[in-house]
């Protein structure tokens, strides 16, 4: 589709969707927002929960002790 397509689309839909009167349709729509944004699949979304139960268990590092140690490691990628 094309961006100008796409744009036009859009505030079609908006309008549209401002004429609404049928409750109903739009919790279907507040549903389907809702949706769109947790696309995560359950692996995901257990990493997520190990990570951060991880940093509440452990702690993090700081920035700037991690780039202390990057720079001993790979010093051929700071010297250019």
């Given at each position: 589709?094309?961006?100008?397509?796409?744009?036009?689309?859009?505030?079609?839909?908006?309008?549209?969707?401002?004429?609404?009167?049928?409750?109903?349709?739009i919790?279907?729509?507040?549903?389907?927002?809702?949706?769109?944004?947790?696309?995560l699949?359950n692996?995901q979304k257990?990493?997520?929960?190990?990570?951060?139960?991880?940093i509440?268990?452990?702690?993090?590092?700081p920035?700037?002790?991690?780039?202390e140690?990057t720079?001993?490691?790979?010093?051929?990628?700071y010297?250019?």
């Amino acid at each position: 589709m094309e961006a100008q397509q796409l744009q036009t689309d859009k505030v079609n839909i908006i309008n549209w969707i401002n004429q609404l009167q049928d409750n109903s349709l739009i919790e279907q729509i507040k549903s389907m927002m809702v949706s769109d944004i947790c696309l995560l699949s359950n692996e995901q979304k257990n990493a997520i929960d190990e990570a951060l139960k991880s940093i509440e268990k452990e702690g993090t590092t700081p920035h700037n002790a991690v780039m202390e140690e990057t720079k001993k490691r790979f010093p051929h990628l700071y010297n250019r």
